[in-house]
């Protein structure tokens, strides 16, 4: 029962990893935000769970595992009903990215209070299958996530925010009836270091995601970036200095712990924005219904499923580093193949490298994380969980905004292009290229594919050549993301090879 209720409550911030993204056009459409108002809507809940877990980690330290959890279930699922009933009108992109970012927090709490659940509950020996198995199920519930919201989303897509209160329910009512062991530590909440490492992280991500819109040669731009990352080493000073700190940075003294935290940082990078951009792909440039592009990322997942029980297995009997140096090659290998099938424009020709790319992170995710706890000496499991998914969220939030960005450039040159070869003067090119750029997920201006503004009339007499413009600018995408799995590959040669074969002593 125990682990029952653990994964249904975890299970929900995974689906709402990926159930947003295939009812992205949707939401836009209904709703008239921006291309970057809805990567915002997506990112404020990744960037809320990065800024916050630690401190989530923290808290069910000091509070309690048990009631951490409940209080962010609880928290996570008032959101979710606020974000299904959003209203129409100037309010409503500032409603949803709000509450996008109270769900991240709720998650935030949740999360490391259940897996410090898991990971307390199975001795070292036992660990590597037993978080296999619950990250390969909790994949597998991921994989819920698009299905379910290319079905809710034909119906309505409000309904993939209250699909959530069912599964919490559940949660709760597991928790509660289970008998969850609770210990607490005695020792101040650092509000100084959650504030600083919540900043740093806000401005830093805001700047990767406005880069679209300001460009990268604005002053603004650069100075969210390097003022966040500023602010990030400002956190990291006041945390070695500090007497009871909110991240303890002595576990990076560990060699093999930096190792890990390098290689889920760089993975991450490509793993969560995947399903936004895969999602919106199939359905501009394949013209996938809902739930064909909900298909479409299955293959992935079964790759993940399939690959991280044998990672599991891999790290129980050799170490995390074999099975991080197959993932990271697996995955380099798959995204790049399927960054080189895009253009084909058929999901039958993709398939493989979908699966393949799934694989390489079903590999190394769970080794690279439980080699990390299971290394959790001079700080307890619930601090270094928050570490390890703190990194994991912002590398998420940071690839979105830059895969996001360099996707608005690319389609918008391409699209340029191809309105200038088809007649348009230069200026009348760019400036429809843009509006097709943001066109593209979502209908901002009320002028889509559907109405007979300058959007509709670019894609009715240059459609395919725009989808294939779209195909050519994701390439891009998933190329980035193949670099950063070659890199996380590069990282993982470096982690020394051994292996935790006996219980950490927890503070």
């Keep these: 029962m125990l682990g029952a209720a653990m994964l249904f409550a975890v299970s929900m911030t995974f689906i709402d990893q990926t159930i947003v993204a295939i009812a992205a056009p949707s939401i836009t459409e209904e709703l008239g935000l921006s291309a970057s108002g809805m990567q915002w809507v997506v990112n404020a809940y990744l960037l809320s769970l990065a800024a916050f877990f630690a401190l989530g980690g923290r808290l069910s330290d000091l509070f309690g595992h048990r009631r951490i959890m409940l209080i962010g279930t609880l928290l996570f699922v008032v959101s979710s009903v606020l974000c299904g009933c959003v209203p129409e009108g100037d309010l409503a992109q500032t409603w949803l990215i709000a509450f996008r970012a109270t ?166 990078l490509a793993f969560v924005p995947v399903f936004f951009f895969a999602s919106v792909y199939a359905q501009v440039s394949l013209s996938a219904s809902p739930n064909q592009a909900a298909l479409y990322l299955l293959y992935f997942f079964i790759g993940f499923a399939i690959a991280s029980q044998w990672g599991g297995k891999i790290l129980d009997k050799r170490g995390a580093r074999p099975a991080m140096k197959t993932g990271c090659l697996v995955g380099a290998v798959g995204f790049y ?57 912002y590398a998420a939030a940071v690839g979105m905004a830059v895969f996001g960005t360099v996707l608005t450039h690319v389609s918008t040159d391409r699209i340029s292009a191809t309105l200038q070869d088809r007649g348009l003067p230069a200026d009348e090119a760019a400036s429809t290229a843009r509006q097709v750029a943001e066109a593209v997920t979502g209908h901002p201006d009320g002028q889509g594919p559907s109405g007979d503004g300058p959007v509709a009339k670019a894609l009715q007499g240059a459609g395919d050549a725009i989808r294939m413009d779209f195909a050519e600018a994701n390439q891009w995408v998933f190329y980035g993301m193949a670099i950063a799995l070659a890199v996380a590959f590069v990282c993982s040669l470096a982690h020394p090879g051994t292996r935790v074969t006996e219980q950490p002593p927890q503070p």
């Design 103 to 268: 769900q991240g927090l709720g998650a935030a709490l949740m999360f490391p209070a259940a897996l410090a659940v898991v990971i307390a509950v199975f001795p070292v020996e036992r660990r590597g299958r037993a978080l296999a198995l619950f990250f390969g199920l909790s994949g597998a519930l991921t994989a819920v996530g698009p299905l379910l919201g290319g079905w809710l989303t034909s119906w309505t897509w409000r309904a993939i925010f209250w699909v959530n209160v069912p599964v919490a329910v559940v949660a709760i009512v597991l928790t509660v009836l289970a008998r969850i062991p609770e210990s607490r530590r005695p020792e101040r909440l650092d509000f100084v270091g959650a504030t600083l490492v919540a900043a740093g992280m806000g401005l830093s991500v805001l700047g990767f995601q406005q880069a679209s819109a300001w460009g990268w040669s604005s002053v603004a731009t650069w100075v969210c970036i390097v003022g966040g990352l500023a602010i990030l080493l400002v956190f990291l000073g006041y945390e070695r200095r500090t007497s009871e700190p909110l991240i303890n940075f002595d576990v990076f003294r560990d060699r093999a712990f930096t190792i890990d935290n390098l290689v889920l940082f760089f993975a991450m």
């Design 337 to 393: 193949l399927w960054a080189e099938k895009l253009t084909d424009l058929s999901i039958h020709d993709q398939w493989p490298y979908v699966a393949l790319s799934g694989a390489g992170i079903g590999f190394l995710l769970a080794p690279a994380s439980t080699d990390a706890v299971n290394r959790s000496i001079g700080a307890s499991y619930g601090e270094v969980t928050g570490i390890t998914q703190t990194v994991r969220n």
